[in-house]
């Protein structure tokens, strides 16, 4: 089908909120977007594909500073879908970021989506790590071996988890977490002055407080710990924070994910048992 009078809009966060709520209810009334909705919109730049002053895609981009960006909340009505769409709208995004002076893109996608890892793929991103969102519930600890991490603290990096394995690490930005950038130093010092990190003996973690409300849950960015003693103590953690569950994106592999299995984490319902980290830019060869 052509695509001459397709026209990309901006989302004004102020004037646009509501009809992008209608839009993403109207694709999925379940969308984990829309909880969030209010914060979320102002923290990137947001893109809608117009054909007929019918709204039928949308898209973000996120600037995370340092010449880095993420890509999520792509979105396609229904009953345009398999029509190119899903291309002309990240051409589009590639084009902002490009301008802007984002020269590292970065985007997780499911096993399952097929279509999305090969359409990004087309598009110059290789699969630097394989990753799964596990989801674990609180838990009574005998003890509280976890302190927040004042600013004077500091960690050596890369340390444990993915910041080790790939040089990246969820940034833990806004009110939702799950954006990987480079690892830099400062990181530790800013999620210490926003009281986002956590230590314990022989433990670290980024966290995210009312990252989902409903459960009430904690998003994680584990940095140091082994799983005996990092799990059991997120689960303590949780309980302590007064949180539901908790959720992080974990290393994947078959030797992990039975391991996760047996600490009784379950794999994240909108994501599925396994994703993978895509990266675009100056890093994309280090797959």
């Keep these: 089908m052509p695509h001459a009078d397709i026209r990309f809009h ?41 054909e007929a002053r019918t709204w039928v895609a949308f898209g973000r981009l996120h600037d995370l500073g340092d010449g ?8 396609v009505v229904p009953e345009r879908r398999g029509q190119g769409l899903g291309a002309i709208l990240l051409e589009r995004l590639i084009s902002e970021a490009d301008s802007t002076g984002i020269s590292d893109l970065r985007v997780v996608i499911e096993d399952e989506n097929i279509a999305s890892s090969r359409l990004v793929h087309r598009f110059g991103f290789r699969p630097i790590q394989a990753l799964t969102v596990r989801v674990g519930s609180p838990a ?21 988890w993915l910041a080790s394995i790939v040089g990246r690490v969820d940034l833990l930005p806004g009110s939702d977490g799950g954006r990987f950038g480079a690892w830099r130093s400062s990181l530790v010092a800013r999620w210490a002055s ?84 895509y990266e675009r830019g100056s890093h994309g060869s280090s797959s």
């Excluded at 839009?23 to 102002?42: H, V």
């Excluded at 302190?147 to 990096?157: F, K, N």
């Excluded at 904690?218 to 997120?234: E, H, K, T």
């Design 140 to 160: 009574v600890a005998s003890d509280h071996p976890w302190h927040r991490a004042s600013p004077v603290e500091r960690l050596d990096g890369p340390v444990g």
């Design 194 to 277: 926003e009281q986002k990190l956590y230590l314990g003996p022989d433990l670290a973690v980024g966290i995210q407080t009312d990252w989902w409300r409903n459960p009430r849950t904690l998003w994680v960015s584990p940095l140091r710990g082994d799983l005996s003693s990092l799990l059991p103590a997120l689960g303590g953690l949780t309980n302590e924070l007064g949180h539901e569950q908790w959720q992080a994106f974990l290393p994947s592999s078959e030797e992990l994910r039975a391991q996760y299995e047996r600490y009784g984490l379950k794999p994240h319902p909108h994501w599925g048992d396994r994703a993978h980290l």
């Design 10 to 50: 901006r989302i004004d966060p102020e004037k646009d909120r509501e009809r992008l709520r209608r839009f993403l209810s109207a694709i999925d009334p379940a969308d984990y977007l829309l909880e969030g909705l209010t914060e979320w919109i102002r923290e990137g730049r947001h893109w809608v594909a117009i």
């Design 68 to 75: 880095e960006g993420w890509l999520s909340g792509a979105r």
